[in-house]
């Protein structure tokens, strides 16, 4: 062999030792190497498959399954729907990882079966000359029956009040504080009052507080109806309410189990004795259908109310007190309620069903809504049920498949006695406060899932806003074209920011679904989902049929989302939330536009409350600071953000900075803020008095501290509530901050 | 060529080429992958390194330069000592990251300068007939000076009440009850307790609700000096407190800036009216020395006192009221107590350094101790800040050589304001609060960390055992042979645990230093550790010179620990622990440990107080299946550590498992368990009645409710108390539960 041969070969030996080492090293990538390989992110095909699946005769099916018989909380047919969840979330082929119904023993309110609930004007002989209906008119076969519950005030205490009636609109403090000043004697009256204005308990209250011996509540025809009210203009003819239709709904001031506060109500748990228990409405309360509210309305005698109290009953609405001569009763006929009200343990079950993450099985994204309906409950809120089941269905598919399985863990949930106070999630909350807090990374709910055709509509802390944004920009909106549910969206609720210009408006998170202890108590990003009106062409408070026994599958399938396109495209939108909160690898929640928020709240405490409190010495600077101080630390984040995105994507430095996303909103939390409030925690979004959007702790301090009488007491408050605020925000900037600095 | 030599080529080629990728594939490792490549953990070496350089002769160095003069808080010479920390801190050789002082605003306690506190007897014409001391005898030089506080009661209100003296012990509710039932006039008497027994405030807040006008305070030589009282056997000839020694203390009853609580104490933050603070002493009261304590006490008229009442005074210590006949002072003679505190809001700060973490810098070890002294503080508290600068020097050498970085941040606090009530930590986890909460591992302090040289001392929640333990076993113990720290602990402190055998034993943790907010209002795993006493040679309550002007440089390095040698000790375990917690990838926090206390307590439960309960129906069964509940997620869990331990090394895995292992201690608080109790959250820690080791909220409401003439509201209170522990455990036990499950 020659030498050049030789060394050829060496050569060409160690070219391709070389090579191979090369091509080993560079081109096989080594298995499970989560820094240098992409990390599980959102899969756009994934998430287009979802949307594609959710399928809207399926969800038809579903409502129509769900709303086929009462199932008020705790009744057998709740108990045969959880069986029913269990069932799907347990299916082979579209089923869930696991699932389970936790039972909890809690308090409800029932009319009695034997001594129905009534009404009567009673002469002054005793003798009854007309009474009130005891159940809503039979219209479509489906209001008759031992299941549906008879109209009645849940909570309300029994008792047989009668007087004289009569009308103080809707039962505000400035209502009752009215009819004072038109010289009208209450105590010992029966008060009639239409929905609105004031909560449902909040009317008995104020009553009670004038000495008001009983409360009855009507829907009147103005407010629910646009106006309308006779039977060939109302439901099954239309979609609104036919004259004996009568809003059920629970009386009890405070959220979850009235008789175990802050505790999980377990069969073994320390219950209050009811003497003990507080927020029950303090004297008899029933509701009543407009028909009959007309006969008592247009009897009354005395002054003719306000305009502002009139309503579409076709009569001058008079004050009372008792009827009027020459009218359908003697003058001096009484008005008596009779209420049977009883108080009953029950065993009420949350269904649970959750999908491992595959990655950070530790963060959870709750989806969740009540189970339990008043009587079929169509729409509330088993059309927010239906998709529910769609998408967990469809998601279950792709799970059994082993096509996908989410970075986080998915917990579906299905609430017990929402109707009666938030129950079964407060409960929940309460059990797994700890972990919950930990672990939870936003909780999307989707009670009733559409109201109306019209446009999507979202409450939801400020965190939330992008990923809602993203979602609805990416689905066609239904029946109206080529345009995005986002497009369609700001036609109809927007609002112009100072960063983003004309945007979707988000409304606010109260507490009228069960994303109340989610945000209030546990301080986790919550958002709510729906479809709902076209405001100028209806003004009515809420879908008509709204906790009466005619809202049914026809009704929603007939009058309400004829062919289902606006469930499919709320269960879109909330499907892709889901999915971009469990899938994605950086958290979408925004932060940063809490900024906005915390300006906005600034300013309007230095317009409405500015100078007041100047006159108090008490100045509003370490306010503006902290606000600012948020700004800072979110816009420097936001940076970091940025440069992390474009960076190794090492999955620790992405799950610390998830976790300052996560536990952004946990910061506004002070447990200690408001004692009074129960489970009212978080310090931006407690209840406030007024309509001045800011800081409900300083508001309301200031408004008491405003009130004549009041002593240095009161101004001392406002400061403690200034400074609980501005420590929050301080917090709140410090958790934004890069993470190892103070 | 030959197709053989050709196919040769061609076989060794590929043969060569495919040695090339194996060894491309798996002979040369990929940078930063985290998951097959060994993760940044525990480094022995660096560890021994750091242990090898704390250096005893450094620490007493920093004893002298700290306790060269009184520094008590917001006194210049604090101020300065804050300058000197930031200096050793901001130090380009041995320096951290970075250095800060966060200064509050806060409400202390001084005597008047103008008008001195004094105790004198007083004949009924108003002659002095005795004053005591007003300071301290100059025994070394040290001892005089406008920089020596003379002794005092902090937050005892100013007065000058008058009247005949009686004894009244430790000044507990029953030690007044006792001399109620010896018929003896309590209205209008001064009190003269010994220190011990009942918390200083306690003794002024038990005497008014007798009607006892001011409160005398003093340290019996049995109590402090295994009996020796005479000049030449106290310092400065021996470590025993000479007659004229005082120890100084804070009276107020909670701990924290009396007029924030809650809240931080920014300069902006709103205060507390005076006439709104509650937990200062009630009556004017001054602590003396024992020896004006003899004079007045073997001059007392009345009965003698019983004999666990008397003291080492030399005399029958006798109850009054008032002098005997033919003794010092005519036997109608009082005495006026004087005093002239003044309460003034002051600047006091906090300093914190910072080692940035170099693989989760989101997570915190806290490593602190108080600065401020009530004079020369050498071991109280310097004796630990000397240790703190020690251990700081040696960490932050290897970090600025670039030798080492900490897989977690360390967090060191020098504290502002603690002999006051622990003010400047509790403000920084009111500032900090949901930071702290969310990403703090455990929190380390040393206060005094040499009382005596005799043993190692720790007190701490069960989590912290294990790590204390592990660095315990490696050290050896000072001037004890060869023999390990652990060793020699276990012959002082001991208990058979049912799960290890014979262990050294942890104290629990009170509220004596400042892990009292970290463990109890943050829910942070805390613990406290120092050097002792031999219990068999001394049964002095605390180390004799304590909060008097005797404690010096001189002696601690006379008496206390000569060579410096446990100062070391305490470096190198509260070293060695420090760097396990910020070092270890798996947290070396054993949760499961809580399984034996929680075991103890309930065992404790039934036994003391089932019979009790028993009678009222009340039934432990809950709370047994509660215990029983964590007890299998605590040993599931450990399973899951082994099986993790042995595998992929994923450290997002291990992450996840540390997250739980941190929180545990956070699910045992509660906010709403015992509103009363200022800033106690921890259901199991709390201020407990009795002497039982059980759960503080059910033992107190127990202890309340079995009360004469307690009703059922009390009973109820046991029932809530009870619900929440339990409520409590169920949720510690779902924190330990694998992570998707609920």
Redesign the interface.
Known sequence: MQWAKVLG?GV??AA???????????A?P?K?????SAPQDLDLEVLETVLGQLDAGRIRENLRELSREPHLASSPRDAALVQLLLQRWRDSVSGL??A?A?ENEVLLSFPSQEQPNHVDVVSPSGTILYSCLQNEENLTGEQGGPDVVPPYAAYAPPGTPQGPLVYANRGTEEDFEELQTQGIKLEGTIALTRYGGAGRGAKAVNAAKHGVAGVLVYTDPADINDGLSSPGETFPNSWYLPPSGVERGSYYEYFGDPL?P???A?P???R??LA?VSGFPPIPTQPIGFRDAKVLLCNLNGNVALSAWQGALGCDYRLGPGFRPNGQFPADSQVNVSVHNRLELKNSSNV?G?I??A????RYVLYGNHRDSWVHGAVDPSSGTAVLLELSRVLGTLLKKGTWRPRR?I?FASWGAEEFGLIGSTEFT??????LQ??TVAYINVDISVFANATLRVQGTPPVQSVVFSAAKEIRSPGSGDISIYNNWIKYFNRSSPVYGLVPSLGSLGAGSDYAPFIHFLGISSMDIAYTYDRSKTSARIYPTYHTAFDTFDYVDKFVDPGFGSHQAVAQTAGSVLLRLSDSFFLPLNVSDYSETLRSFLQAAQQDLGDLLEQHSI?L??LAMAVEKFETAATALDQHISTLQKG?H???KV??LN??LM?LE??F?N??AF?EERYYSHVLWAPRMGSVATFPGLANACSRANDVGAG?EAW?EV??Q???V??AL???A??LM?????
Chains 1, 2 share one sequence.
């Open positions: 070969l060409g030996a391709l030792l070389g090579l191979g080492i090369i091509l080993g090293h560079f096989i080594k499970a190497d989560p820094s240098t990882d696991s389970e936790i175990t802050y505790l999980p377990r073994s748990s320390f209050l004795d003990n649970l959750v491992r993450g990655v950070e099985p530790d863990s917990v309460e059990e797994f406060f700890s972990k930990a672990r100045s600077g370490p190794s090492d999955p620790l799950r610390m976790d300052q536990l946990r910061t939390l447990p200690r004692p240095s001392a400061q403690r200034l400074s609980i501005v420590a301080e917090g709140a410090a958790t890069p993470v190892p600095d103070l």
